[in-house]
């Protein structure tokens, strides 16, 4: 009889592996089906994106990490963290939620991370989420988080190129004079450019640094040296990329500065990189005798401990967690915020606003470019006087990514603007963003703002914000945005042409709300 009743705890037990696989599977398709718009634009992102082609490697090598440490995560014994695991995991899916209405891609991207570490967390607890944690957060090299760093590192690292250059040119015998990034040689002046100033590609080394010297490497001052050692040399090897550029252009080798093949295109940063990291990973690795992995032990529920309700607790969070994954995924996949009209169309917009006449003009191309709209109107307006102002107006029926008004191209507007307050009525007053600069050499003013159903924000934050709330609570993501400009033609100083524009805005905000939403 025990001989029977240990065949049937075999059988029960491998009767619990299967739930534990068909658990798996499920909680695998749940996080797919939620995830889906976020995973198809993060492709198309690294398909487009010269800095980050390397994406689609990353969640490859973080896989392989977690195979690589298969052995101590068996031995684990899951002891779910439920309150903090499933307040992370919420959060996650909160957070993707906000930036899949918002259209804010990297913080929809970003809830990727949160959402596995809450699932982790929640399912198997925190040693297993400690042991695990390296190749989770591996995974933020796939997302678009590191271009704030690069844009500050990039004009260091051109002064850095430029001067490395500069000097193995001197050292071959080429006279060359070097002017911050330019390099003057006899026949030819060479810019070191921005997109060749090489940091861009050292994000794409430390990428395969990282995880090349956790897994070849034991010992931490091993493995700092080795990345170290990669960014340094691939630094260095884009001086000796734009050092050869100037040696085929003052020899005349190539008709093409980048010679046969582009090979000495800024790609050449990560291969010498990849190549130093590799040689290095050998000559720093150490031999180390095997350990045998220790047996997992297998419980006998005789011996106190009833591991089929332990068992029966992972799973129910299992499905949970998938229940809650496939709850978000219909919503963000079947529930899309509906396009918002146009009250009147704008082709119906007066030509006459007070004592202002206007003339269409053409569209600005830029504007075009950076809004998508779905209607737009481009005029002068002129008095008698002749007081000029240039008015556009872009509206999007709905946003979504890629077509939206807040979004990276036109966040050069918001740099260096200022924020100016106008009395629409001795009752109302509305804030907007005033932006200086220069065309043909002549002063220009310009406001703007967005109108968000009636609401007037100059915030592109909070005006993320409205977009992501009123998707969520009113299923619409449509939006407005208003451009004032004057300068040119106009004649008197800089405060004569602010108090022209002011007054046309205060006889423009009533005549937009009879037309936007």
Known sequence: MEYTHGNQDVINLNHTDKKHLIAGIVLLG????????AFSELIFFWKDSYVYSYGFLIPLISIYLLW???EKLKRIDPVPSYTAGFLLFTAGLLIYIFGNRSGVFVVQSLSIIITISGIVLFVFGKKFFLASLFPIAYLLFMIPLWDSLTERLQFPFQIFTAFTASQLLNLSGIPVYRHTVFLDLPNITLKVATVCSGINNLIAVCAIALPLAH????????????VSAGIIIAAFSNGLRVAMIGLFAYKGIFATLHGPGHILQAMFVSFVGFIVLFIGAWILSEKHPKIAASSVSNRNPAEGIDTRDH????NHSLYLTAGLLFTVGIYINFFSPSPVPLKTDLKFFPYEIGPYKGADVATDHTLSDMFDPDSTLSRVYRTDSGREVNLYIGYLESQAQGKELVNYKSAKFHNGASRQTIAITPEKTIEINEVLSQKDGTPRITYFWYDLNGSIIADRYYAKVQTALSAITKSRTNGTVVMVSA????????QNVSKDMEDFIRILIPVLHSYLP
């Open 30 to 37: 749940a996080f797919l089906c939620c995830y889906f718009q």
């Open 68 to 70: 690589l440490n298969r």
């Open 215 to 226: 897994i070849s490497l034991k010992s931490w001052p091993r493995r700092i040296i080795l």
């Open 311 to 314: 068992i029966r607790i992972k």
């Open 487 to 494: 300068g040119g033609n106009n004649t008197g100083d800089g």
